[in-house]
């Protein structure tokens, strides 16, 4: 409650009403604070220090995103999640003579805006259309600015259903019924791990929950079906090419530009991230698959992930190794006869890979390991 005496100086002190209309902004994706183990994300792999085809320079950086050029009329749009909830995952667009594409609708309205402004600063093209590269409410809940704004906005088929059943069911939910399963999980915790496993799970399922609650959710209007990809998109001297593979969510599409060997590979690459493997519906057969496809390409590719800094293949080759370790150690397990569930929270993580960041551990590394299990009962 605003106390009444405040109000008149509130509405003429502009500088008070607008830090607490920030503090009420940021306090629904506070939550992500108190699970951000995330350190600060350089918005380039070091390895492309010198690539000429990338702009050093931001054409802009809010601290949140920044932007930069990394190819004729390509542009990527880099998160750091550490400096503020705007945007949260990678993106980008592309602009040709005749139009541009926008990619993602990231974890809010000003995180779609921001982007939106950053084409603005570029061209006064019109804006073909804006894609989601998948449903997860970090690349969508910003949706309605695409509705708001008249663009057209294509996703994978399932997109919008997957946004109904997932975040559209917790709208009104009983907050603590909801969460009260996962809260027991952590009392009943075996280990210390996995106690903190569970407390990072609960953290980042809480901030799903106020999101979801707080978002006026918006669907995309041009459905694609993967069965007629590979689509092209003439934008006027720049061709995007439409692609679906399997691995992340059941719902991923990436933007390839073979001209110049540029892909925005949205969540089905996490560049110096353990990958996010959670969805019911990923697959790590079918993930890794997909990984030996990229790295089937040519060995200049620049790739944008949906989340970490702009790399190489060997950004690709990183995550394949990832999955391997992974894989290995959980087959010791199996072998060993540890139950999946335990096996989940036994991983270690090798002196190598202790710079690779983990988004949270029953979100990526846990659901990766129950899954392969899952894959060699089926066997
Ligand atoms: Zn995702």
């Not at 400096?83 to 541009?100: E, R, S």
């Amino acid at each position: 409650m605003i106390d009444d005496s405040n109000r008149g100086r509130e509405v003429v002190n502009s500088g008070l009403f607008s830090r607490r209309s920030f503090l009420a902004k940021s306090s629904y994706l506070g939550a992500m604070y108190g699970v951000a183990k995330l350190l600060p994300m350089p918005a380039l792999a070091a390895e492309l220090a010198e690539d000429s085809r990338i702009s050093q320079t931001p054409i802009v950086d809010k601290g949140f995103a920044s932007v930069r050029k990394i190819g004729d009329g390509l542009y990527a749009t880099i998160s750091d999640p550490s400096k503020g909830f705007q945007t949260v995952c990678n993106g980008g667009f592309l602009v040709g003579k005749d139009g541009a594409l926008l990619i993602e609708g990231f974890i809010s309205v000003a995180g779609a805006a921001f982007q939106m402004d950053a084409l603005r600063m570029v061209s006064q093209v019109p804006v073909k259309g804006a894609l989601d590269t998948h449903y997860h409410f970090d690349h969508s809940m910003g949706n309605a600015f695409f509705g708001a704004n008249g663009i057209p906005l294509w996703a994978h088929v399932n997109t919008g259903k997957r946004i109904i059943e997932s975040y559209g069911a917790l709208q009104g939910a009983d907050k603590a019924a909801f969460l009260g399963p996962l809260e027991k999980a952590i009392k009943d915790a075996k280990t210390e791990t996995a106690r903190k496993h569970h407390e990072d799970y609960l953290a980042h399922v809480t901030t799903v929950f106020n999101v979801s609650n707080s978002t006026v959710l918006a669907l995309p209007n041009r459905p694609i079906d993967p069965a007629k990809l590979p689509m092209k998109v003439d934008l006027g001297g720049v061709t995007a090419v439409i692609e679906s593979y399997p691995g992340h969510s059941g719902t991923d599409v990436i933007v390839r530009v073979p001209e110049q060997n540029v892909v925005y590979a949205g969540d089905l690459l996490f560049s110096n991230m353990y990958p996010v493997c959670f969805d019911t519906q990923a697959t790590v057969s079918g993930w890794r698959q997909t990984l030996k496809t990229f790295a089937s390409w040519n060995k200049d590719t620049l790739f944008v992930p949906g989340h970490g800094p702009i790399c190489g293949q060997e950004g690709i080759a990183l995550s394949r190794a990832l999955f391997d370790d992974i894989e290995e150690q959980a087959q010791k397990m199996h072998k060993a006869g540890v139950p999946a569930a335990e096996a989940a929270d036994l991983y270690a993580v090798p002196e190598k890979y202790k710079s690779v960041a983990i988004f949270a551990w029953d979100f990526s590394i846990g659901p990766t390991i129950t899954k392969l299990y899952a894959e060699w009962v089926a066997k």
